[in-house]
Nanobody, 128 residues
Framework: QVQVVESGGGSVQPGGSLTLSCTIS????????MAWFRQESGKEREGVSC????????FYKQSVRSRFTISRDTAKNTLYLQMNELRPSDTATYYC?????????????????????WGQGAQVDVSS
């Protein structure tokens, strides 16, 4: 059984930092494209960042580029999203996702339908 567990959400002031973690079990981790999505209240879920199957190609939504960093630790089966210089517009529920087919690429503009495995979501609130 595949489990996708996120952690690290919380409340922070503008300009602050948070790191989200996503640990996956029951699924091969080191050969699978993975992504972070986010969903603001009343809006559609959107891709924020993704990393391709071998970890060497990463994509970012324009508004988070240079502020967010996606990374993974294959020894821990964990995906991370380091978020710096947070803005109120970053407030959302963040979701970790993995593709069902291994050895595939990714792009941050892909829809959520491209991903099969999902975490439960981590709330990030940025306000003063």
């Amino acid at each position: 059984q595949v489990q996708v567990v996120e952690s690290g959400g919380g409340s922070v002031q503008p300009g602050g930092s948070l790191t989200l973690s996503c640990t996956i079990s029951g699924l091969s981790f080191d050969n699978r494209a993975m992504a972070w999505f986010r969903q603001e209240s009343g809006k559609e879920r959107e891709g924020v960042s993704c990393v391709n199957w071998n970890g060497d190609v990463k994509f970012y939504k324009q508004s988070v580029r240079s502020r967010f960093t996606i990374s993974r630790d294959t020894a821990k089966n964990t995906l991370y999203l380091q978020m710096n210089e947070l803005r109120p517009s970053d407030t959302a529920t963040y979701y970790c996702a993995a593709k069902i087919v291994p050895y595939t690429t990714c792009h941050h503009t892909e829809s959520q339908s491209s991903y099969h495995y999902w975490g439960q979501g981590a709330q990030v609130d940025v306000s003063s």
